[in-house]
């Protein structure tokens, strides 16, 4: 079974219009962390912003926003105010096992083509 | 340095050459982590380094494919007699945040003909 599921390959939204990236993952772990990762197409991974299996809030940084639902088992990204530089890819990605140590791997999801239209 | 460095930018290979990358993390990072992007959007772990230790290789073909870090060296990723499916992205990590973000580095991308 598939650990990080993004269903959407690609999207269209017009600028200024808000946009939401799905996210669903799998894991029997109770401790774990969720990440979202923008690549550009000059294909560098930007980090963008992380959530905790026991944070009780969503998080948030700037226009990205987590949409955490624990029972669901989903972490959708919600970008705000979209803006032509946010056409990209985005990866969604695991982090199983307890934080700081630094040491677990990621998994990724198969990522969503966002394209910005003016 | 404050962020990952990866050379080569573009490496280009005749099947069966030896491919070597290398990694310089962040400083201050004691895990590494190696990852291959095919195709454009998919991800497979390769191994992970704590300080020079080898942490986590599960995802390593290792009849062709080591990696080391060594003390006050980059790392490095070495693939012995490429094949065509080797082509893609590679893409270094380091991490010793608070809560693991992994730094990502601009990856090197081989293409093996």
């Known amino acids: 079974a598939q650990k990080i599921t993004q269903t959407q390959p690609g999207m269209f939204v017009q600028e200024k219009e808000a946009v939401t990236l799905d996210c669903t993952y799998d894991?029997?772990?109770?401790?774990?962390?969720l990440f979202w990762y923008k690549q550009p197409s000059s294909g560098e991974m930007i980090f963008l912003i992380y959530?905790?299996?026991?944070?009780?809030q969503n998080a948030t940084e700037g226009r990205y926003s987590l949409n955490f639902q624990k029972a669901r088992k989903s972490a959708n990204l919600v970008i705000s105010a979209s803006q032509l530089g946010d056409s990209a890819m985005y990866f969604c990605?695991?982090?199983?096992?307890?934080?700081?140590?630094?040491?677990?791997?990621?998994?990724f999801g198969t990522g969503t083509r966002l394209t910005i239209i003016p | 340095g404050e962020e990952v460095a990866q050379t080569p930018k573009h490496l280009v290979r005749g099947e069966g050459q030896k491919a070597k990358l290398y990694c310089a993390p962040i400083?201050?990072?004691?895990?590494v982590f190696w990852y291959q992007q095919v195709l454009k959007n998919e991800f497979k772990f390769l191994i992970s380094?704590?300080?020079?230790?080898?942490?986590?290789e599960t995802g390593m073909p290792k009849e062709r494919f080591s990696a080391k870090c060594l003390p006050n060296s980059p790392c490095s990723l070495e693939i012995q007699a490429t094949k065509l499916e080797d082509s893609a992205v590679y893409f270094c990590?380091?991490?010793?945040?608070?809560?693991?973000?992994?730094?990502f580095g601009p990856g090197t991308r081989l293409t093996v003909l």
């Open positions: 990605a695991m982090r199983e096992g307890e934080p700081n140590f630094g040491n677990e791997k990621l998994t």
């Open positions: 894991t029997s772990d109770p401790s774990y962390g």
């Open positions: 400083k201050g990072h004691s895990y």
């Open positions: 959530q905790g299996s026991y944070d009780q």
């Open positions: 380094f704590q300080n020079e230790n080898v942490f986590d």
């Open positions: 990590a380091s991490t010793g945040g608070s809560y693991n973000e992994q730094f």
